[in-house]
């Protein structure tokens, strides 16, 4: 009898997580000589904990063919990170027991660089454990903050969205500049990593002289620097477009943003990055302003989605069952990026181990020597990323139509666990 396979979502989703859920599961259905049934984690890895797993073989083919253009987590996802194997080994032992009753064999965990590290922390100790599972890291991050890949799915979708509403938000302002708002403030995603605030840079262009400032995360705020930059722009054009990653830092090392809270995996809680930028901008310059958090709304645009990036994130999801059935253990499937123009990609794969807990920021050639532009190589490694058009389809009302799946959980075999 083939082995089954377990399939889970981790960590924030994006517009295009549920393409590679499609890619998988699809994939694992092309050889059902070789896996059996695919089971999903209800809310991450901790529906293997909690033993919530949903049978997907109770979706049709349609149903999962319909996730390729449905945003958000369809089986839902968790921020939870395994302890290691000392600090925490009931975990472990309860994974193991989960796999073994429901005889699986092939482990996805479709997520960002802490999703990684529990697969690697999985596969490492599966076998210690005795019971062998081949776990395979599906990459996942609109940070696009994991190393070796080019590029992470979900990326090229959330940068498209930051592109084009940094291009319309500053057509707004400039038609109302004279009278009112003077300078605009959007904050996006990005702890550590400026990729997505990079992308508010493709708003200008040969053909569209947008003056944009970016704050990014691998810059120490400098607030002198900075509003003379504004001030500049203001007095060339009128108005001024700011987009301010969420990881802006002092130079002492603390978030503009910083609450004084953390999250489940250790992280400090952010939030407030845009008010606090344009208050200063009020105090300094005395401009009026408007800001906006771009929040969920960036990561959840599946109308907007990139082609390339719907094609990839399917893509590493067809790739992990294809390279599990090769053999192929604690591993990711990469975006190898063979030529700009054309752009040409391919897939290739990166041991976990060097995957696991490595956060891969911007390098300082794609940054503007004044650290508040991007340049052109940024915008040669950006543009491919975005480009494209795959619209959901949509109904009569003008509503896209997204898929809602059954999520059937299996009737349960084991004794109760707490997480």
């Given at each position: 009898m083939?082995?089954?396979?377990?399939?889970?979502q981790?960590?924030?989703?994006?517009?295009?997580?549920?393409?590679?859920?499609?890619?998988?599961i699809?994939a694992?259905?092309a050889?059902?000589?070789k896996?059996?049934?695919?089971?999903?984690g209800?809310n991450?890895?901790?529906?293997?904990?909690l033993?919530?797993?949903?049978?997907?073989?109770?979706?049709?083919?349609?149903?999962i063919?319909?996730?390729?253009?449905t945003?958000g987590?369809?089986f839902?996802?968790?921020?939870?990170?395994?302890?290691?194997?000392?600090?925490?080994?009931?975990?472990?032992?309860?994974?193991?027991?989960?796999?073994?009753?429901?005889?699986?064999?092939?482990?996805?965990?479709?997520?960002?660089?802490d999703?990684a590290?529990?697969?690697?922390?999985?596969?490492?100790?599966?076998?210690?454990?005795?019971f062998?599972?081949?776990?395979?890291?599906?990459?996942?991050?609109?940070?696009?903050?994991?190393?070796?890949t080019?590029?992470?799915?979900?990326?090229?979708?959330?940068?498209?969205?930051?592109?084009?509403s940094?291009r319309e938000a500053s057509y707004?302002?400039?038609?109302?500049?004279?009278t009112s708002?003077?300078v605009?403030?959007?904050?996006?995603?990005?702890?550590?990593?400026?990729w997505i605030?990079?992308?508010g840079?493709?708003a200008?262009?040969?053909e569209?002289?947008?003056?944009?400032?970016?704050?990014?995360?691998e810059?120490e705020f400098?607030?002198e620097?900075f509003m003379?930059?504004?001030?500049?722009?203001?007095?060339?054009?009128?108005?001024?477009?700011?987009v301010?990653?969420?990881?802006c830092?002092?130079?002492d090392g603390?978030?503009?943003?910083?609450q004084?809270?953390?999250?489940?995996f250790?992280?400090?809680?952010?939030?407030?990055a845009?008010p606090?930028?344009?208050?200063?901008?009020?105090?300094?310059?005395?401009?009026?302003?408007?800001?906006a958090?771009?929040?969920?709304?960036?990561?959840?645009?599946?109308?907007?989605?990139?082609?390339?990036?719907?094609?990839q994130?399917?893509?590493?999801?067809?790739?992990?069952?294809?390279?599990?059935?090769?053999?192929?253990n604690?591993?990711?499937?990469t975006?190898v990026?063979?030529?700009?123009d054309?752009?040409?990609?391919?897939i290739?794969e990166?041991p976990?181990?060097?995957v696991?807990?490595?956060?891969?920021?911007m390098?300082?050639?794609f940054?503007t020597e004044?650290g508040?532009?991007?340049t052109d190589?940024?915008?040669?490694?950006l543009?491919?990323?975005?480009?494209?058009?795959a619209y959901?389809?949509y109904?009569?009302?003008?509503?896209?139509?997204?898929v809602?799946l059954?999520n059937?959980?299996?009737?349960?075999?084991l004794?109760?666990?707490?997480?």
């Amino acid at each position: 009898m083939p082995k089954n396979a377990f399939y889970a979502q981790s960590g924030g989703v994006t517009a295009v997580i549920n393409a590679s859920a499609c890619g998988v599961i699809e994939a694992c259905r092309a050889h059902p000589d070789k896996i059996g049934k695919v089971y999903a984690g209800k809310n991450g890895i901790i529906g293997a904990l909690l033993e919530e797993l949903i049978d997907t073989s109770k979706e049709s083919d349609e149903a999962i063919a319909a996730l390729k253009h449905t945003p958000g987590g369809a089986f839902g996802s968790c921020r939870y990170k395994l302890k290691s194997l000392e600090e925490n080994k009931l975990q472990y032992e309860r994974l193991m027991e989960v796999f073994k009753a429901y005889d699986i064999g092939y482990f996805f965990y479709n997520g960002g660089g802490d999703s990684a590290d529990t697969c690697y922390k999985v596969s490492q100790l599966s076998e210690k454990m005795g019971f062998p599972v081949q776990a395979i890291h599906v990459p996942k991050t609109v940070d696009n903050d994991l190393p070796i890949t080019d590029n992470c799915p979900g990326f090229g979708s959330v940068a498209k969205y930051i592109a084009v509403s940094t291009r319309e938000a500053s057509y707004d302002v400039r038609s109302m500049a004279r009278t009112s708002t003077k300078v605009f403030v959007l904050e996006v995603m990005g702890r550590h990593a400026g990729w997505i605030a990079a992308a508010g840079g493709l708003a200008a262009d040969e053909e569209n002289d947008i003056p944009v400032v970016i704050l990014f995360p691998e810059i120490e705020f400098d607030r002198e620097a900075f509003m003379a930059k504004v001030k500049e722009n203001v007095e060339k054009y009128d108005y001024c477009t700011v987009v301010v990653s969420e990881g802006c830092k002092w130079p002492d090392g603390r978030f503009l943003a910083e609450q004084g809270t953390r999250d489940a995996f250790g992280h400090a809680q952010l939030g407030g990055a845009a008010p606090v930028v344009a208050n200063m901008i009020k105090e300094d310059l005395g401009y009026k302003y408007h800001w906006a958090v771009a929040d969920y709304l960036q990561r959840a645009a599946r109308h907007l989605a990139s082609k390339t990036d719907v094609e990839q994130a399917y893509a590493v999801g067809r790739a992990a069952v294809e390279k599990a059935l090769e053999g192929k253990n604690s591993i990711m499937p990469t975006i190898v990026r063979v030529s700009n123009d054309p752009y040409k990609w391919e897939i290739g794969e990166a041991p976990l181990e060097k995957v696991a807990n490595v956060e891969k920021f911007m390098p300082r050639d794609f940054i503007t020597e004044d650290g508040f532009g991007i340049t052109d190589a940024c915008r040669e490694y950006l543009r491919p990323l975005i480009a494209g058009e795959a619209y959901p389809p949509y109904d009569e009302n003008g509503m896209p139509k997204y898929v809602t799946l059954k999520n059937e959980l299996v009737e349960k075999k084991l004794p109760a666990f707490e997480v």
